[in-house]
């Protein structure tokens, strides 16, 4: 093994080669040897491949009879006849099958068996020849094909149950009747197959049978109904055979090995034992003038050479590289020491001011207090949480943009009236929204969840740094460049220029007393830069520290030509009512927040029923019809919220249904949206939100 593993590449590919040339020489004996066997093999395959051709031929030639009798079959119009009996429209509607698909007949039974109406060809002339016996059978396969035996020959026949459009499986609904097609196997009809199969084909007697070795010879049973053989077809096809062609092939392979031998010797030194060489210098020297000569050399090689050069580039890029990743890890070792202190900072006081609670000496001015500390501290937890996830699918690219109409100065009015009511009170600001000069009267085409998302982030970034003073929105619009400008302004803080270049990008916060006293990842800005650019769109700021901030993105304007002529719904305010003696039914399995909901709901006299899981909540809604509205947890044991809905939504497609789920990304809404839900609550649920949602549902 030593010794071997001395010898060159080169020598080892000449050994290879002899060794090769042996192997092939007793395999080209032991195939001329063998010749005599291959023709019994021959005559046998070929037979297989014959059989396999007409029994493929039979399938080919059957489908389109069975596509047609399908498609008739299930015709609304078909079934309207079978009471009318209108024999116009047989004439003008079914009769015209026999010539379209060049059939021989059509007939329709009803089903007791009674011969309703027929058409056919001059080759058919008895009106009713289907036997009676394959009714019942039909009844239950709904398809069948058999053969029957007339005065002018053996006739194909294909039956099918008759049902209405809307069963096109024919599973739904009991059959109207029986449709019939047949056509009559003469001379037309062999001719075709005949040119298609390259054979002779006759009919045969049902003991007759057919051997002859010079030909290959297939026969097919043709049975009833009963599956009794009614005659034969017999396929013959001529076989020739010639294995003199075969040796002649041989000597010619053997010919053409020797002459391929000599020029397998001459190319192999040149094509590998060279380019070897050159591999061999460029590893031990680096010698660049072999590189280039590899490059010239065959395509592997060729590739070798490329992927020499490739690593001379990647050892320059490699510090380059090396750099930008560490700056990587510290940006992304801030950010986690930056999270965990945002973390920490809620939790603290949470778990802080729980424990306080347990002191029975507590003021109720104390208790109420420590309380909103709770709260606040939890929703500042939900936000970072809802700030990962949506970073972290962005980052995956499992967000998209979902184009919906929407009427834009509804859309603003009611992100108005959801903002204003959230301004700490300490903060003496006047927020207002802007109406535009040239409002728009039409309704454009956008996704207004990411929309609503950037502009709720935009401005409560403004009202996070702004202490007194204003912060506005609103938007302007350009025709010309078929563009939407909105426009967010604050007299905040502001941010010095050269903080202004890193704003946008993820993990970075400007570093200062106020910007830790508020808190925050930093991931705001990088979202709606995210979505803006998702939109189509762009992003700026022009700010000064001092004076305020001023943000400003642009999205294409899209017009709803579908809804183009429709007016603008007029914008009014909702009114929150309270709907005494409701019946609501909670869906959740999970015990702690159904007691929670209870708790919640009996504050405005609702009735509560429970149901555990997916199923027993479509159980409930089936058998109780006092119910006048569903929350329904989206992920729950047996069926989902989602597979729960579906079903309720068959039964009761009135009932309104509300989901509450931990999922509150924009694409979790749409597909909340699209299944169904009139409505979504996410957890931790505020209580507030949810009387306003239901008061809102149920007037």
Not at 256 to 280: C, D, N, Q, R
Not at 340 to 348: A, D, G, Q, W
Not at 435 to 458: A, C, F, G, H, V
Request: charge should be positive.
């Amino acid at each position: 093994m030593i010794k071997f593993n001395n010898i060159s590449t080169y020598k080892k590919i000449l050994c290879s080669n002899v060794i090769s040339s042996i192997a092939f020489l007793l395999l080209f004996f032991s195939l001329y040897y063998y010749t005599i066997q291959q023709e019994e093999q021959v005559y046998n395959s070929s037979k297989e491949q014959f059989d396999n051709e007409v029994n493929s031929l039979l399938v080919l030639n059957s489908e389109g009879i069975i596509t047609t009798i399908k498609d008739i079959t299930f015709w609304d119009e078909l079934v309207k006849f079978i009471k009318t009996k209108d024999k116009k429209w047989f004439d003008d509607s079914v009769s015209t099958y026999i010539e379209l698909y060049n059939i021989d007949y059509v007939g329709i039974y009803d089903l007791q068996s009674n011969f309703i109406m027929q058409s056919s060809s001059d080759k058919i002339k008895i009106i009713d020849f289907i036997p009676k016996g394959i009714f019942p059978k039909l009844y239950k396969d709904k398809l069948v094909k058999f053969y029957v035996k007339l005065p002018k020959g053996i006739v194909e026949v294909y039956g099918a149950t008759i049902h209405t459009s809307n069963d096109p499986l024919k599973i739904k609904t009991k059959p109207s009747a029986y449709f019939f097609i047949a056509r009559v196997l003469d001379k037309s009809y062999f001719s075709k197959l005949e040119k298609i199969s390259g054979s002779e084909i006759s009919f045969l007697g049902k003991n007759d049978t057919i051997v002859d070795y010079k030909t290959i010879i297939k026969t097919t049973n043709l049975l009833d109904y009963r599956g009794v053989v009614v005659g034969k077809l017999s396929f013959k096809r001529n076989l020739n055979v010639n294995f003199k062609s075969t040796k002649n092939i041989l000597y010619i392979i053997l010919i053409a090995f020797v002459i391929g031998m000599f020029f397998h010797f001459y190319f192999s030194k040149k094509w590998i034992h060279e380019p070897l060489k050159l591999i061999t210098q460029v590893l031990e020297t680096g010698n660049k003038k072999a590189v280039k000569s590899l490059k010239n050399s065959s395509v592997e090689f060729g590739h070798i050479g490329n992927m020499f050069e490739e690593n001379i580039k990647q050892k320059k890029q490699l510090e380059f590289s090396k750099q930008k990743a560490e700056e990587s890890d510290n940006l992304k070792s801030a950010f986690l020491t930056n999270l965990s202190h945002e973390i920490r900072t809620p939790m603290n006081a949470i778990v802080g001011f729980s424990d306080l609670l347990n002191n029975p000496k507590l003021s109720n001015k104390e208790r109420l207090e420590y309380l909103n500390v709770i709260t606040q501290s939890g929703s500042n937890l939900v936000y970072i949480i809802d700030d990962l996830v949506e970073m972290s699918k962005i980052d995956a690219n499992q967000i998209s943009p979902n184009y919906t109409s929407v009427n834009l100065e509804s859309c603003l009015n009611e992100l108005y009236n959801q903002i204003k009511i959230t301004i700490p009170k300490e903060k003496t600001i006047d927020f207002e929204l802007i109406k535009s000069e040239n409002p728009i009267t039409n309704r454009i085409l956008t996704d207004e969840i990411k929309l609503k998302q950037i502009i709720i982030n935009l401005i409560t970034n403004a009202i996070k740094f702004t202490e007194q003073g204003f912060v506005t929105f609103g938007y302007e619009l350009n025709i010309e460049n078929a563009t939407i400008s909105f426009i967010i302004n604050d007299t905040g803080l502001g941010i010095d220029e050269a903080n202004q270049e890193i704003i946008f990008n993820r993990f970075r916060r400007i570093d200062g007393d106020y910007a830790i006293k508020v808190g925050g990842l930093g991931l705001g800005l990088a979202i709606s830069k995210a979505y803006v650019e998702m939109l189509g769109g762009t992003i700026s700021l022009q700010s000064q520290v001092g004076v305020g901030s001023r943000f400003l993105f642009t999205i294409p304007l899209f017009f709803d030509k579908k809804e183009s002529n429709i007016p603008l719904p007029i914008i009014e305010q909702f009114v929150e009512e309270t709907a005494e003696n409701q019946t609501i039914l909670v869906a959740e399995d999970d015990n702690i927040n159904f007691l929670l909901l209870e708790k919640i709901m009996r504050l405005k006299n609702y009735k509560i029923i429970r149901a555990k899981n997916g199923q027993e909540a479509v159980s409930i809604c089936r058998d109780n019809k006092n119910i006048d509205l569903v929350l329904m947890d989206i992920k729950m044991p047996v069926l989902s919220g989602y597979e729960a809905l579906a079903k309720i939504k068959v039964f009761r497609p009135e009932l309104p249904i509300i989901a509450q789920t931990a999922y509150s990304s924009s694409e979790d809404q749409e597909k909340m949206k699209r299944a169904g839900f009139v409505n979504y609550i996410t957890k931790p649920i505020n209580k507030e939100k949810l009387f306003q949602i239901i008061a809102k549902t149920l007037v």
